[in-house]
């Protein structure tokens, strides 16, 4: 019986580019996640351990940064056909690309530079109840509110210890996942309307703070929150730093003026804290 090597295919999966283009004060992002499966002449690859016909997968990578910055991302379609062409053509060994992107939809806040991700959100609510007329809370929420801004934010002035590495920034992206959770003081609201006008308050706080740290973002939120909505006293916000590197073009000729992202998954900071008005009543039961 003869052992022989079957189909096979190699490439980079789940590149997390996000693209940003400037029209005056007026952003635009692309945000996509790109896998590339290349095949052709691997045997060698497989059979005597010959790399001389792989595109490694880092390379692969580059690749789809240096095209978001070089050709923008119009449609992913469009944006599919050029890296797999690419791919292709350049490429002797490589005899047939899969590029597969998924696009992540952003809607504007307000202003130039502020986005909500379309999808994904949960809205919560917890509800505790002795019977009527006992002892009753309500706590709504929302999870997984994606939420980005392309410039407004710095980070400097922090800690340096020994293994700091951190270098200072006096503009970056800031990107989090908003989970938010606030008490109401009664049990009679207009519970739909209630919770779009904690949202939106929310989500103005987040596009109008001029941010030095997530920190500084999540108190602002959440006093937005409290200064507006009277009906609620107490709003616990837990807030991913969904960090967004800018991928060091240089090496391939380009510069990068806060163009070409790289969306990291994790790890990932994670920024939680409470904001109360000093005369909510005390309920800690209505958490559990
Ligand atoms: O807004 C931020 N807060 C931090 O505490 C922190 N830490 C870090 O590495 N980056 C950031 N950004």
Redesign the pocket.
């Given at each position: 019986m003869a052992i022989v090597l079957g189909p096979n295919r190699y490439g980079k999966a789940e590149t997390r580019v996000v693209r940003v283009t400037r029209d005056g004060g007026v952003h635009h992002v692309k945000d996509v996640n790109v896998s590339i499966s290349l095949s052709g002449a691997m045997d060698e690859a497989h059979l005597s351990g010959d790399n001389a016909a792989v595109l490694p997968t880092d390379s692969q990578k580059n690749t789809v940064f240096a095209f978001a910055k070089k050709h923008g991302i119009a449609t992913i379609e469009e944006f599919g056909l050029l890296l797999a062409r690419h791919f292709v053509d350049s490429q002797p060994t490589i005899h047939h690309a899969r590029v597969e992107i998924h696009e992540f939809a952003w809607e504007r806040i307000e202003g130039g530079h502020s986005f909500v991700r379309k999808g994904g959100e949960t809205r919560t609510a917890l509800v505790h109840s002795d019977g009527e007329g006992g002892a009753e809370s309500v706590v709504s929420g929302l999870r997984d509110m994606v939420v980005l801004n392309t410039t407004d934010s710095e980070?400097h002035g922090?800690v340096q210890d020994q293994y700091t590495t951190?270098e200072p920034t006096d503009d970056r992206m800031l990107a989090t996942a908003v989970t938010a959770h606030w008490r109401h003081r009664g049990t009679t609201a207009a519970w739909d309307d209630s919770h779009r006008a904690a949202r939106d308050r929310l989500l103005r706080a987040f596009a109008e703070t001029y941010s030095l740290?997530?920190?500084q973002t999540l108190y602002a939120m959440g006093r937005r929150v409290l200064d507006e909505c009277a009906g609620i006293c107490e709003i616990r916000l837990s807030m991913p730093?969904r960090h967004h590197f800018l991928v060091d073009l240089e090496p391939f000729g380009m510069d990068n003026d806060n163009e070409v992202y790289f969306a990291a998954d994790r790890p990932y900071?994670l920024?939680e804290g409470t904001v109360l008005t000093d005369d909510a009543p005390a309920d800690p039961s209505a958490w559990n």
């Open positions: 980070f922090f951190l740290s997530l920190q730093n900071g920024i």
